[in-house]
Every structure is written in structure tokens, then in C-alpha cells.
């Protein structure tokens, strides 16, 4: 123990007093040690995500108890221990490698790929993952329409609609026309009602209505249609409802109905309700909060 009080003592006063003066002598130094410390904070904090609840997650615990105890061994001078720890230390990164060469060469893989970028907080943006989602709806629509498979499917605006979400069952899904699809055949649990996307993802399905119940509304109108009225007239909701009977496709919006709608005017409207307008919107209030700060200068 006085040898290794020994050795703490001259490597505080040779390494950490010695780069506490460097830095007081050159500040940029510290600005360099500070940028260096939040780069390798946020790939450790990354790094962590990517790798809990894997098999690398578990490999890695194991690593950190080895090199401790290496550590800990030549401190308190337990040689063969050491000897031995040091050896597995120097083998093993050949073993690891073999052993876990198909998850190196994934990672390796993922280079410049999606989750890689995701792995940067480079992830596309809300224009484009919301036109691909668009796409991926319209093709779910197109494929329950050709087998008459009835569907509503609400798309989530600026007004949040949690109540309606917490009538189904939760599934915070990525969005995808096989997904869509699988929800809606019948006899399945999740087939009745409607589903609802958020955020651009399936946030639930089964979820339960309002129906409309003007007058006005046609009397063919089955229960979805309803539903998807309703929906679109108590909140700014765009609503694609597939017909059971007929297998045509209809949007809802503000309290509306535009039936017999086909692949590519689907598409159209909502890209217009749901980017489109989105951005004039946005570019609007930022004209607005411009005047607003002129007016108070």
C-alpha cells in the first residue's frame, strides 16, 4: 500500500498538476478539453443506446470486470493473477474478434447507412419521412381496396388526439404497408376501429370514434365513414377510410367526405394537407412574428 501511495502521489504531481499548468498557461487548451470531453460523452451515451440489451451489451460488462480486475491485481501485487489476467487481456481481443465477427461486420456495414446517420442525429427529416409514410399509406390503402378489406387509417395533425389513442392498443410501430395491412384482416384482434398514426408512426390500433351524426350525411355512409366524419369535424385530422362493401377509397377532412378517391389523388391530397400546408403555415407565422418584432422595435 506505500508503494502505491507512492506512485499516486508522483503520477498527481507529473501528469495531473503538470496538465492543470499547461492549461493555464494555453486556454485554448481548455477549450480543445472541453469540446474533446462533450464528443466523447455523446458517443458514449450513443454508443450505450445502440448496444443495451444485446449480445455485445453483455460481452462488454465482461471486458470492463476483466480490466478491473488486471488493475486491481497488479496494485495489490498479485503476480500469477496478474500474469494470467494480462494473458486472456492480450489473447482475447484475437477471440473476441472471431467470436463476434458477424456483429463487427454489421457495425462496419452500417457505415454511411440510415442508422448510422441515426447513430449522429443525422436522421432524414419530417418532410421527407412523412412523404415516404404517405406513400407507404397509399399503398396499404391500394392493396385493401383491391381485396374490399374495410379500414380507417387517422392521420394525426396539429391537434393531438391522445384521448382517442389510449381507446386502443398501444403499438408505437414504424409505418409500413405490410403493417397496415396485417392490422385489418378480418376476424383479428386489432381489425375493429381504427388506427392511428402520430409522429409519423402507427401509434395505435383499434381505437374507437366519434360518429357523425348530421343529418346531411348520407344514409349509404357505414359505421367508418361515420367515424372518419366525425373524427375530421372535432379535430384537424386527415382520415383514409377503405369501404368493406365496395372497396373504394374515400379521404375525410374538416367534417367532409371526398370519395372514390385512386393511388395518385391520394397521394396528392395528402401531401398537400399534410406537408404542404404544414409549411405555408409555418412560413405564415414566421412573417407574423417578424411584423410582431418590428412593431415592438
Given at each position: 500500500?506505500?508503494?502505491?501511495?507512492l506512485?499516486f502521489?508522483?503520477?498527481?504531481e507529473?501528469?495531473?498538476?503538470?496538465?492543470?499548468e499547461?492549461?493555464?498557461?494555453?486556454?485554448?487548451?481548455?477549450?480543445m478539453?472541453?469540446v474533446?470531453?462533450?464528443?466523447?460523452?455523446?458517443?458514449?451515451?450513443?454508443?450505450?443506446?445502440m448496444?443495451?440489451?444485446?449480445r455485445?451489451w453483455?460481452?462488454?460488462?465482461g471486458?470492463?470486470?476483466?480490466?478491473?480486475?488486471?488493475?486491481i491485481?497488479?496494485?495489490?501485487?498479485?503476480?500469477?493473477?496478474?500474469?494470467?489476467?494480462t494473458?486472456?487481456?492480450?489473447?482475447?481481443v484475437?477471440?473476441?474478434?472471431?467470436?463476434?465477427?458477424?456483429?463487427?461486420?454489421r457495425?462496419?456495414e452500417?457505415l454511411?447507412?440510415?442508422?448510422f446517420t441515426r447513430?449522429?442525429?443525422?436522421?432524414?427529416?419530417?418532410?421527407?419521412?412523412?412523404?415516404?409514410?404517405?406513400?407507404?399509406?397509399?399503398?396499404?390503402?391500394?392493396?385493401?381496396s383491391?381485396s374490399?378489406?374495410?379500414?380507417?387509417?387517422?392521420i394525426e395533425?396539429?391537434?393531438?388526439i391522445?384521448?382517442?389513442?389510449?381507446?386502443?392498443?398501444?403499438?408505437?410501430?414504424e409505418?409500413?404497408?405490410?403493417?397496415?395491412v396485417?392490422?385489418?384482416?378480418p376476424?383479428?384482434p386489432?381489425?375493429d376501429?381504427?388506427?392511428v398514426?402520430?409522429?409519423?408512426?402507427?401509434?395505435?390500433?383499434?381505437?374507437?370514434?366519434?360518429?357523425?351524426?348530421?343529418k346531411?350525411?348520407?344514409?349509404e355512409?357505414?359505421?367508418?365513414?361515420?367515424?372518419?366524419?366525425?373524427?375530421s369535424k372535432?379535430?384537424?385530422?386527415?382520415?383514409?377510410?377503405?369501404s368493406?362493401?365496395?372497396?373504394?377509397?374515400?379521404?375525410?377532412?374538416?367534417?367532409?367526405?371526398?370519395?372514390?378517391?385512386?393511388?395518385?389523388?391520394?397521394?396528392?391530397?395528402?401531401i398537400k394537407?399534410?406537408?404542404?400546408?404544414?409549411?405555408i403555415n409555418?412560413?405564415?407565422?414566421?412573417?407574423?412574428?417578424?411584423?410582431?418584432?418590428?412593431?415592438e422595435?
Open positions: 500500500m506505500e508503494s502505491f501511495k506512485d502521489e508522483s503520477f498527481y507529473n501528469n495531473i498538476l503538470g496538465y492543470i499547461t492549461l493555464q498557461n494555453h486556454p485554448i487548451n481548455l477549450v478539453l472541453i474533446d470531453l462533450v464528443i466523447v460523452i455523446f458517443l458514449l451515451v450513443n454508443s450505450f443506446k448496444v443495451k440489451n444485446t455485445l453483455q460481452l462488454i460488462k471486458i470492463i470486470f476483466l480490466v478491473l480486475a488486471t488493475w491485481s497488479g496494485i495489490f501485487k498479485l503476480t500469477i493473477l496478474n500474469y494470467i489476467l494473458a486472456i487481456m492480450n489473447w482475447g484475437l477471440a473476441l474478434i472471431v467470436i463476434f465477427q458477424p456483429e463487427l461486420r457495425g462496419l452500417q454511411g447507412t440510415s442508422k447513430f449522429f442525429g443525422l436522421d432524414k427529416s419530417i418532410e421527407v419521412k412523412t412523404k415516404e409514410n404517405i406513400y407507404k399509406i397509399a399503398i396499404a390503402a391500394e392493396e385493401l383491391a374490399k378489406t374495410g379500414a380507417l387509417i387517422v395533425r396539429d391537434i393531438k391522445n384521448d382517442i389513442i389510449e381507446t386502443g392498443i398501444l403499438i408505437d410501430g409505418i409500413s404497408p405490410q403493417l397496415l396485417n392490422i385489418f384482416v376476424r383479428t386489432l381489425h376501429g381504427a388506427v398514426i402520430s409522429d409519423n408512426k402507427i401509434a395505435a390500433a383499434s381505437c374507437m370514434l366519434p360518429l357523425a351524426d348530421d346531411d350525411i348520407a344514409k355512409l357505414g359505421t367508418r365513414h361515420r367515424a372518419a366524419i366525425g373524427i372535432e379535430t384537424d385530422s386527415i382520415v383514409v377510410v377503405v368493406e362493401e365496395t372497396g373504394k377509397i374515400s379521404i375525410a377532412k374538416d367534417g367532409t367526405l371526398i370519395a372514390d378517391v385512386k393511388d395518385e389523388t391520394l397521394k396528392k391530397i395528402l394537407y399534410l406537408i404542404t400546408a404544414r409549411k409555418t412560413i405564415k407565422k414566421k412573417k407574423a412574428k417578424k411584423v410582431e418584432n418590428k412593431e422595435n
